[in-house]
């Protein structure tokens, strides 16, 4: 990966050359933006990094969960010599599941009940201790560098998970490899990270990946991480990652940043300025004197704001105050135009104003039983009026009636069903707005639970009791399907009725019924699965094609060994004085680090590659 690889021929650079290394800026680059800063992490342990940032982002880990980066408190110092003054931090992030990791959970509580077993809950608490481990790691590098409060400096922070195939996940591991549960417990483990992180207190969260990348660990996420920024690297200058900021990003999120090299080190663009606030709503006699003072973030000096459409009856001045030309009818209005700084940052605003709209506030829906209809009324409420409100009923009627003062009652007793009331709203100055009501009666509501698994050995004994809510009384339970492999009695009993399962998938489904006239329905699936042993299937060993690069004596070189089956950071060895150390590994590639003594023989060795559970396999190499 992009990102990784820069780091690692960093860390490269750094190592092998025994001394400092000083990354100096020329002199026509020493005016830099707010908008542009560098990310940064282990690999550049011992550089000093002179050249003027916007912002820094820091990695708290030494490339994987549970460990630290050993310069993680100077990188902050470095860090905070930036225009923002602060860091933001990235963590990595892996779900190795329980075979390939000690740190797994194996008797947790908390947050999710977890007994050591490769499933989603010991995922989620895999995931919440790795983010817990992170957020300690910055609050002592806070203090070592005598931050005045150091989690109060970490909590505000910009947090970032760094979620990439070079890392382990399960359904990518050979013990485990493509499937739902393997997604699953992916997901899991950055939902648990992503909880940990909000519980003490962290706002600021995204994600760091590609959407190839992300599609290959998490498949279809859920609609949680919709809400977390995005930051994508793979764009070669800063006029393509300024672009990008107009793309999707891989999880549906905010586009905030985008990654792109810049001065041999990973460089980052902080998308656009943010204009705020977007949108108002007034009443017809507020909208001759309204004004609005717009905001933007990631300024560093004074914006000037431009303004492209909605004048005359909007007005934005240079400094982004919005005024009316006067009152205005009832109707929406909006002005646009863009932003900018002295240092280069570019954005664009957008405000929309609802003049004369009123609007309904809660209550809008309410469910009743049967036996509450007779007798029931409610008063609707608006807002953004001036003066008393006229409602005007349109629809609904006769069973539920509106009165002009907008209170809400029913006609008498009403069946089982759903009813809606609507119509119009207006008051004196002008302002109108419309009004909806939706009352469902009788719907008897079933609890859980509505699920269960069960092995063939199990099913002949099967008894579950149903429930269900909102209802008056008993309840009577009608089987429409799923018999005989499933019955449900009256009372809402389901049972096997005696008799022992082949494995699938039963369902059973029926309606409900209480003597007031309150109905519903309800549902029961059943999976069988067989009750035979699963017997692991060892995974296969690795297979080296062929190596990219070439050794040198007296010199230390970073090869890659392409092949497949490289997990767990497997060992690589070679023939007296050639010494190599495995970097990264992503299945189908080893980044190996190879020093060989002076003065050694060329020609062609063999390198033998060996996984932690001892299967080998061996690649020719070049020496010259």
């Known amino acids: 990966m992009l990102k990784l690889l820069t780091k690692v021929l960093l860390a490269f650079l750094v190592a092998s050359a025994g001394f400092l290394v000083i ?13 542009t800063g560098y990310d940064i992490s282990y690999p550049q342990c011992g550089a000093t990094i002179t050249y003027p940032a916007g912002f820094g982002v820091v990695g708290v880990n030494d490339g994987h969960p549970y460990s630290t980066n050993p310069c993680l408190a100077s990188e902050i110092t470095w860090a905070k010599t930036t225009i923002a003054g602060v860091p933001s931090f990235y963590m990595n992030t892996d779900s190795p599941g329980p075979a390939d990791t000690s740190n797994w959970p194996t008797s947790a509580t908390g947050p999710q009940s977890c007994s050591g077993g490769n499933s989603t809950t010991c995922a989620y608490d895999y995931g919440w201790g790795a983010a817990k481990v992170s957020f300690a790691n910055a609050i002592s590098a806070e203090t070592a560098d005598g931050s ?21 996940w399960e359904v990518i591991e050979s013990a485990y490899g493509p ?3 393997s997604l699953n417990n992916d997901q899991s483990m950055l939902l648990g990270a992503v909880a940990y992180l909000k519980s003490v207190g962290v706002n600021n969260l995204g994600l760091y990946s590609t959407a190839q990348q992300w599609h290959t660990i998490t498949g279809t ?66 909208s001759a004197t309204y004004t609005q003072q717009l905001t933007v973030s990631g300024a560093t000096s004074p914006v000037t704001y431009v303004q492209t459409t909605g004048s005359p009856t909007l007005v934005i001045s240079s400094t982004g105050l919005l005024t009316t030309s006067g009152a205005l009818t009832p109707g929406t209005y909006s002005a646009t135009g863009s932003t900018s700084d002295t240092k280069g940052d570019i954005g664009l605003f957008s405000f ?20 509450q209809t007779p007798v029931y009324s409610i008063q609707l409420v608006a807002a953004g009026n001036t003066g008393a409100v006229v409602f005007t009923q349109s629809a609904g009627a006769p069973s539920l009636l509106v009165s002009s003062t907008g209170m809400l009652t029913t006609s008498g007793a009403l069946p089982f069903g759903t009813y809606t009331a609507s ?20 719907p008897i509501t079933q609890n859980s639970p509505t699920t269960a698994s069960v092995v063939t ?24 399907t799923g018999s005989p492999n499933l019955v449900v009695s009256s009372a809402g009993v389901v049972s096997s009725n005696g008799a022992t399962l082949v494995p699938g998938t039963y369902k059973a489904a029926g309606t409900t019924s209480d003597g007031y006239g309150d109905q519903g329905t309800f549902v029961f699936t059943l999976t069988v699965t067989a009750a035979t042993p699963v017997v692991p299937v060892a995974p296969p060993g690795p297979v080296a094609q062929y190596v990219v690069g070439h050794v040198v004596a007296g010199k230390t ?12 950071r497997p060992t690589v060895t070679s023939h007296h004085g050639t010494t190599a150390q495995v970097l990264s590994d992503s299945g189908t590639a080893l980044a190996v680090r190879v020093s060989v003594k002076p003065r050694s023989r060329n020609g062609i060795f063999t390198f033998t590659i060996t996984l932690l559970n001892g299967k080998t396999t061996t690649v020719k190499y070049n020496q010259h």
């Open 352 to 371: 929309i104003l609802s003049v004369g709209t009123i609007t309904q506030v809660a209550p809008t829906t309410i469910t009743l039983k049967t036996t």
């Open 423 to 442: 119509g119009t709203t207006s008051d004196p100055s002008g302002d109108v707005g419309v009004f909806t009501f939706t009352m469902t009666v009788g």
């Open 179 to 181: 499937s739902t549960g």
């Open 557 to 568: 070189v970073i090869l890659q060994i392409i092949g497949t089956g490289f997990y767990g």
């Open 457 to 480: 050995t199990s099913t002949s004994t099967l008894s579950d009791q149903l429930s269900v809510s909102h209802n008056t009384g008993p309840v009577t339970f009608t089987q429409v």
């Open 23 to 35: 990354l100096v800026a020329p002199s026509s680059a020493q005016t830099v933006s707010a908008s």
């Open 148 to 168: 005045a409060s150091p989690t109060t400096a970490v909590t505000s922070a910009n947090w970032w998970l760094d979620v990439e195939t070079g890392n382990h």
């Open 221 to 286: 996420p859920p609609t949680a991480f919709e809400s977390l920024s995005a930051w994508m690297p793979g764009y070669a200058t800063l006029a393509a990652a300024e672009a990008a900021c107009a793309l999707p990003s891989f999880n549906g999120g905010r586009v905030a940043m985008i990654q792109y090299p810049m001065n041999g080190l990973d460089g980052d663009y902080a998308c656009g300025l943010i204009s705020t606030p977007g949108a108002a709503s007034i009443s017809v006699a507020a």
